[in-house]
């Protein structure tokens, strides 16, 4: 299919997804942002999952997508390709001050941190500076179903960008597991395995595309676009594990939302699924608009099936989190249980310090308890 025609705006579900992900990434940040008691860990990971949503808005899953300007399209990516060696900086100083691991503590200061550092900023300001060696052309050659025909195409100075990020993320991936596997109280536990399931889908998704844009690429526009679809959903997931493994003690219903959240996304997932398969098959076989067509009846008609759908997305949630439910008895289970937890994680380190205790008492009132079951609790510890 040829280029579109000149317009300022290009419409295009494909953009949705990176922009529903960007979005998210963001709200991600903000609640980490207002809920992480560790300053270092509130800190990097804000900045981090900030930098995420402007990956997500400025990809080819993104808004982007729908620019019709060529000098806009163009500042947009060369954006994206500076955030991407941003995130290269921040991202294992990031995980290091959240996870206590052995493959991770060199990155919360020293040589390590400056390395990982100094590598992210210098390549960012070389986009900067030189911007034509990281985006080498921007061809109108994107077939009109995708929106703006605009398509970027990198250098193999930003190719050496993603595969060091590729490496930093599958890094950041088995460092979480080996703390998950080493940990030495349920709350640790539970926030390597948060993190571990985080770093997990989205460094399959990543990994996936990076290696699929640089082994199996054949020039064909329309599989890296499907292909990129990927990522910005997988960061819908990575988002939420994130959020929850950072605060995973300071909401107490925090569980509540994520099984719910799980329910509705598995049902969205179901339409945007049927959608996309439908509509490219038909797009492949008449034409863009018949094909979009096809895909949006096809979507129409699910929701005859929406009843089994959403016993389907019921039984996944109870599944992946059998003990969760909206109940007062779970309520007040869950609130005593978490501040233990969150108490024996802080004395697992030793005394608990002036800071820490302090954080324990943020948490004490977030979940509503008054100081003599704090103090029960920190007796029944301390007696054994």
């Known amino acids: 299919m040829g280029p579109l025609t000149d317009q300022a705006f290009y419409w295009s579900p494909w953009g949705l997804a990176g922009l529903i992900a960007g979005l998210a990434a963001w709200s991600g940040a903000l609640f980490i942002f207002r809920t992480a008691p560790n300053p270092t860990v509130r800190t990097r990971f804000t900045a981090l999952l900030f930098l995420e949503g402007v990956l997500a808005l400025t990809s080819s899953a993104g808004p982007l997508i729908w620019v019709?300007?060529?000098?806009?399209?163009?500042?947009?990516?060369?954006?994206?390709?500076?955030?991407?060696?941003?995130?290269?900086?921040?991202?294992?100083?990031?995980?290091?001050?959240a996870i206590d691991s052995p493959l991770l503590r060199p990155f919360r200061r020293g040589p390590a941190l400056a390395l990982s550092v100094t590598v992210g900023v210098v390549g960012a300001l070389a986009v900067?500076?030189?911007?034509?060696?990281?985006?080498?052309?921007?061809?109108?050659?994107?077939?009109?179903?995708?929106?703006?025909?605009?398509?970027?195409?990198?250098?193999?100075?930003?190719?050496?960008?993603?595969?060091?990020?590729?490496?930093?993320?599958?890094?950041g991936l088995v460092a979480a597991l080996v703390a998950w596997r080493q940990a030495g109280s349920s709350l640790s536990r539970r926030r390597a395995g948060a993190l571990s399931l985080a770093f997990g889908a989205r460094d399959l998704a990543f990994g996936g595309v990076f290696l699929y844009a640089a082994l199996f690429f054949d020039g064909t526009i329309s599989s890296f676009f499907i292909a990129v679809q990927l990522v910005a959903w997988a960061l819908l997931v990575y988002v939420a594990m994130c959020a929850y493994g950072i605060a995973v003690y300071h909401l107490?219903?925090?569980?509540?939302?994520?099984?719910?959240?799980?329910?509705?996304?598995?049902?969205?997932?179901?339409?945007?699924?049927?959608?996309f398969v439908v509509s490219e098959g038909a797009a492949t076989i008449l034409s863009d608009r018949l094909g979009t067509l096809a895909g949006l009846l096809a979507t129409g008609l699910l929701v005859f099936a929406l009843a089994p759908l959403q016993r389907s997305a019921e039984r996944l949630s109870n599944a992946a989190l059998p003990k969760v439910q909206e109940t007062p008895e779970y309520r007040a289970y869950r609130q005593l249980q978490i501040y233990g937890e969150a108490l024996a994680d802080a004395r697992s380190r030793g005394p608990v310090t002036p800071v820490g205790r302090l954080a324990l008492e943020k948490l004490r009132e977030s979940l509503g308890l008054d100081t003599e079951q704090a103090a029960e609790l920190e007796a029944r510890l301390e007696a054994g």
Do not use: C, M
């Open 68 to 97: 019709g300007s060529e000098s806009i399209a163009r500042a947009g990516y060369l954006l994206h390709f500076l955030n991407d060696w941003l995130v290269l900086a921040l991202y294992l100083p990031a995980v290091a001050a």
């Open 128 to 171: 900067l500076v030189f911007p034509e060696a990281f985006l080498v052309d921007l061809p109108r050659s994107t077939p009109a179903r995708f929106g703006s025909p605009f398509f970027p195409i990198a250098s193999g100075a930003q190719q050496l960008g993603w595969f060091l990020l590729t490496v930093s993320y599958t890094y």
């Open 252 to 275: 107490f219903d925090i569980e509540l939302r994520l099984k719910w959240t799980l329910e509705r996304g598995t049902i969205a997932a179901a339409f945007i699924a049927v959608f």
